[in-house]
């Protein structure tokens, strides 16, 4: 999700009253996102827009506006905000990322498919597309078509941590444990405080069957970072398998507080009766 935070810049000369008054709603628009008011922020777009409903840098307001309603929650509404600035800008890649991220967010994963095969048609080589649509393709068991997107990432960029983040994910669904192993683990020594490799690490540990291991690396995410919904299930699951039952329904608990699948987490919770 992007905010076009040079937008100012892109306003046209329209002249007079009106288009001061249009220039001034969208710098109020930033003004209440520095203040984290995203309502008002929300409505200064749109009486920017209502003002001047014509006015050809709209797209990018609308841009904006929904990835404002897209962190208020306001999924659906987000997409018809997406969709209409794309209505004006179909080959903006900017926007077509941002909408093919929230159908995923939202489950609809062929229209996230759709999206991301059009901004690769446009331009083949945007690595996080690449990325993004291979592990579409790994959730349909589709890895050939995944690898060849993450061997296109490793040509565009030789050294592109989401291309060999990508093997790892690979490899470890493939079964091949102990190679997955050895790239995540050459990741974490070049970049020993990105902290989802270590959750990541900790994911395949446990799959591994080593769970001291993998409680070393959630403890260190938990220390160094904030910790996601799906961290607090992999502790969990970790718990169990060391008859730590009260402990991970804690943690499954909190989980569900997070947003986490309610079904997955009473199937969970089950186990720990």
């Given at each position: 999700?992007?905010?076009?935070?040079?937008?100012?810049?892109?306003?046209?000369?329209?002249?007079?009253?009106?288009?001061?008054?249009?220039?001034?709603?969208?710098?109020?628009?930033?003004?209440?996102?520095?203040?984290?008011?995203?309502?008002?922020?929300?409505?200064?777009?749109?009486?920017?827009?209502?003002?001047?409903?014509?006015?050809?840098?709209?797209?990018?307001?609308?841009?904006?506006?929904?990835?404002?309603?897209?962190?208020?929650?306001?999924?659906?509404?987000?997409?018809?905000?997406?969709?209409?600035?794309?209505?004006?800008?179909?080959?903006?890649?900017?926007?077509?990322?941002?909408?093919?991220?929230?159908?995923?967010?939202?489950?609809?994963?062929?229209?996230?498919?759709?999206?991301?095969?059009?901004?690769?048609?446009?331009?083949?080589?945007?690595?996080?597309?690449?990325?993004?649509?291979?592990?579409?393709?790994?959730?349909?068991?589709?890895?050939?078509?995944?690898?060849?997107?993450?061997?296109?990432?490793?040509?565009?960029?030789?050294?592109?941590?989401?291309?060999?983040?990508?093997?790892?994910?690979?490899?470890?669904?493939?079964?091949?444990?102990?190679?997955?192993?050895?790239?995540?683990n050459y990741l974490i020594s070049e970049m020993p405080r990105e902290w989802s490799l270590y959750e990541a690490r900790a994911d395949l540990y446990f799959m591994m069957g080593k769970n001291a291991r993998a409680m070393t690396d959630i403890s260190r995410v938990f220390a160094e970072s904030t910790p996601t919904?799906?961290?607090?299930?992999?502790?969990?699951?970790?718990?169990?398998?060391?008859?730590?039952?009260?402990?991970?329904?804690?943690?499954?608990?909190?989980?569900?507080?997070?947003?986490?699948?309610?079904?997955?987490?009473?199937?969970?919770?089950?186990?720990?009766?």
């Amino acid at each position: 999700m992007r905010f076009l935070l040079t937008l100012a810049a892109l306003l046209l000369a329209w002249g007079g009253a009106q288009a001061q008054t249009y220039e001034k709603y969208v710098e109020k628009s930033f003004d209440f996102i520095d203040k984290n008011d995203l309502v008002a922020a929300e409505e200064s777009l749109k009486a920017a827009m209502r003002l001047e409903p014509g006015n050809p840098n709209n797209y990018a307001l609308l841009m904006n506006l929904g990835t404002l309603q897209r962190r208020q929650g306001k999924r659906e509404e987000a997409i018809l905000s997406y969709t209409a600035a794309l209505s004006q800008q179909p080959a903006n890649e900017t926007i077509l990322e941002n909408r093919a991220s929230l159908y995923v967010e939202m489950g609809q994963m062929e229209k996230g498919m759709t999206d991301y095969n059009t901004l690769l048609a446009l331009n083949p080589h945007h690595q996080d597309a690449l990325y993004c649509r291979a592990m579409l393709f790994l959730q349909e068991k589709n890895y050939v078509a995944a690898e060849a997107d993450f061997d296109k990432i490793i040509e565009v960029n030789e050294r592109s941590i989401k291309g060999r983040l990508g093997y790892a994910i690979l490899e470890k669904i493939r079964g091949n444990y102990l190679e997955s192993e050895r790239i995540f683990n050459y990741l974490i020594s070049e970049m020993p405080r990105e902290w989802s490799l270590y959750e990541a690490r900790a994911d395949l540990y446990f799959m591994m069957g080593k769970n001291a291991r993998a409680m070393t690396d959630i403890s260190r995410v938990f220390a160094e970072s904030t910790p996601t919904a799906d961290l607090y299930v992999l502790r969990g699951k970790v718990k169990l398998a060391q008859y730590e039952k009260t402990s991970a329904a804690a943690d499954f608990q909190k989980a569900l507080e997070m947003g986490y699948d309610p079904e997955v987490i009473n199937e969970l919770l089950k186990m720990t009766k």
